[in-house]
């Protein structure tokens, strides 16, 4: 009864968690699929960095709810097809925050919520919000940094359609170490490798 019972429980967080990234897609017309993408890409690379099959889970469910912030951005800025004024931009940068302030708690380790607030940190300390460095940024947001980035360039965005796979190949080997820890850059690289049909893509 009591494993059925934590059984039910896991379930419906799930699916919670699930529902919760999938209202915050829905805000942007152009990244339909986004979080849910993110989410596998984490596991995978997550999976490649030998972690438990729990610890995979845990770094899926961050990847839905890394952008669970943008829900408090207007929609207007968020749909936007030009450039975004220094106003707007700093507004979208303030997402962080905010997504780590809804879901701080939500797990026992706060995977969740660190996944939230770092993942736009950069391995060289030139991100936001904080300008964490290498190994000071949380592994699940590294990992997350990478995932986002490359569904980013392999998605159709308001000013450009899907990037060519070697062109995104070519951005995680110039970013390694820049912009994203050159550990799970490498990683995301044997991925885009193996991928010959380019499957993972919008």
Not at 62 to 85: C, F, M, Q, S
Not at 122 to 133: C, I, N
Not at 162 to 177: D, F
Request: net charge negative; aromatic share 8%.
């Amino acid at each position: 009864e009591l494993r059925f019972q934590q059984k039910k429980t896991k379930e419906l967080f799930h699916k919670t968690v699930t529902a919760l990234s999938e209202a915050v897609d829905a805000k942007d017309r152009y990244t339909s699929g986004h979080s849910k993408r993110v989410a596998e890409y984490s596991m995978k690379i997550a999976a490649r960095l030998g972690k438990t099959k729990e610890e995979q889970e845990e770094i899926y469910r961050a990847g839905l709810l890394h952008d669970v912030g943008k829900i408090r951005i207007p929609r207007e800025i968020i749909n936007k097809a030009g450039k975004l004024t220094d106003e707007e931009y700093n507004t979208i940068k303030i997402h962080p925050i905010t997504g780590y302030h809804i879901v701080r708690g939500i797990d026992e380790n706060d995977v969740i919520a660190l996944g939230a607030k770092y993942h736009h940190e950069r391995y060289d300390g030139k991100g936001y919000p904080d300008g964490l460095a290498g190994e000071e940024i949380p592994l699940v947001a590294r990992i997350i940094g990478v995932a986002d980035a490359y569904d980013a360039m392999s998605s159709t965005r308001s000013y450009r359609g899907v990037l060519p796979q070697e062109v995104i190949r070519s951005e995680m080997q110039k970013c390694a170490g820049s912009q994203f820890d050159p550990e799970i850059a490498e990683i995301m690289i044997k991925i885009i490798d193996e991928d010959t049909e380019y499957r993972f893509r919008e």
